[in-house]
C-alpha cells in the first residue's frame, strides 16, 4: 500500500494567520511521526495552482479565519476534486457567521442569548442594549474584535466607529452572560468531554488566552455537575448535527451557576477548524477520550473526503 501524500494548508492571510501557522505545524510534524508523506503549504491567492501541481492524496486544512473557514477554501478543493478534512462548503459557511449559526442553533432547539445585527457606525454614543454586552465581529475567531460592554458604562465602545477597528463594518451585539467558560469537542459523531477555560488574567477567554503559553487554565474534564455536563455534550452533538458539520468540531457555552446549581447554560457558538496548537482545547480533549494526537489526526487525514 503506498504512502498517503497529506497537503497540510496553514498561514493564509487571515487575523488568525499566526495561528494557523502554529497548528499547521504541529499537525504536519504529528502525521509525519504517524508515517504519512507531508507537504506543507503556506497558502496565499495560488493556492488553486499550487496543489493542482502538487496533486495531494489529501488535504489537512489547518487554517483559521476568513478564506480557511468560511466555506471559500472548502470550494477550491470541491472543484479540484481533492478530499480535505473538516467541514464542507456550507456548514462552514454556516458555523463562520454568528448569526445564520445562532438562528440554526435556536431553531434546533439550542439555547442562544438574546442579539441584534447592527452596523458598527449606527451604535454611535447611545447603547444598542441594556449593558453589560458583547459587541463581536460577524465573521472573525480567536476572539479578534470582541469588546465587552460592562454594568454602568456610560456609552458604547469608541473603537467601533475608529478607523482603527478592522474587522468589517457589520457587528452582532449580544447579551453578555455571565459564569463560566466551557467548550466540548465533537468527533465523527462522539462528544468528546467538557472543559473548562479559566483565564488566568483579567481578560475574557481572548486571543491571549487562547494561545499564550499560561494563559489560561483548562480543567479537563470541566468539575460541575453530571446533569450540566451531559447537556452540554448532548447539545455539542446536536449543534455539529445541525450545521451539517463533518470530522471535527467544537461548541463553546458559558454556564451561569452563581443563584442556582442547574443555573443558565447559553450556547456561543461552533468552531468548526478548532486550533490545533499546544494549548489547544481539541487535542486536550481527544486525549481525555482516549485519542493520541497522533491518533486524532490520523482519523481526520482517513475520514476526509470530498462533497462533505
Given amino acids: 500500500m503506498s504512502v498517503k501524500h497529506v497537503a497540510v494548508l496553514m498561514g493564509g492571510f487571515a487575523s488568525e494567520r499566526p495561528v ?50 468560511d466555506g471559500t477554501i472548502q470550494g477550491v478543493l470541491e472543484f479540484l476534486q481533492i478530499p480535505y478534512t473538516h467541514s464542507g462548503v456550507l456548514p462552514s459557511a454556516l458555523a463562520m457567521n454568528k448569526e445564520v449559526a445562532k438562528k440554526v442553533a435556536k431553531a434546533a432547539g439550542i439555547p442562544v442569548a438574546e442579539s441584534r445585527i447592527m452596523s458598527r457606525f449606527d451604535i454611535g454614543s447611545k447603547h444598542p442594549m441594556e449593558p453589560p454586552y458583547v459587541v463581536k465581529p460577524v465573521r472573525e475567531g480567536s476572539s479578534f474584535g470582541v469588546v465587552i460592554v460592562r454594568e454602568g458604562q456610560s456609552h458604547p465602545p469608541q ?11 457589520v457587528v452582532m451585539v449580544e447579551r453578555y452572560v455571565h459564569g463560566r467558560e466551557l467548550t466540548c469537542a465533537v468527533m465523527g459523531d462522539v462528544a468528546l468531554g467538557v472543559t473548562e477555560i479559566i483565564p488566568t488574567g483579567p481578560a475574557f477567554y481572548d ?15 470541566a468539575k460541575i455537575l453530571p446533569n450540566i455536563y451531559q447537556k452540554i455534550m448532548t447539545l455539542s452533538l446536536k449543534a455539529h448535527q445541525a450545521i451539517g458539520c463533518r470530522g471535527v468540531s467544537r461548541s463553546d457555552f458559558r454556564y451561569d451557576d452563581r443563584f442556582s446549581e442547574n443555573g443558565e447554560l447559553i450556547w456561543l457558538e461552533i468552531n468548526t477548524q478548532p486550533g490545533m496548537t499546544p494549548t489547544s482545547l481539541l487535542p486536550e480533549l481527544a486525549l481525555h477520550a482516549g485519542h493520541s494526537f497522533g491518533e486524532l489526526l490520523s482519523w481526520m487525514v482517513e475520514d476526509a473526503s470530498c462533497s462533505r
Fill in 159 to 169: 473603537i467601533l466607529t475608529s478607523d482603527e477597528w478592522k474587522y468589517g463594518d
Fill in 207 to 221: 486571543y491571549d488566552a487562547k494561545y499564550a503559553a499560561g494563559g489560561s487554565k483548562h480543567e479537563c474534564p
Fill in 20 to 69: 494557523s501557522l502554529s497548528s499547521g505545524n504541529a499537525c504536519a510534524d504529528a502525521l509525519e511521526v504517524e508515517g504519512y508523506r507531508v507537504t506543507r503549504v503556506d497558502v496565499d491567492r495560488d493556492i488553486s495552482a499550487v496543489l493542482s501541481e502538487l496533486r495531494p492524496d489529501v488535504v489537512f486544512n489547518a487554517l483559521h479565519g476568513p478564506f480557511g473557514e
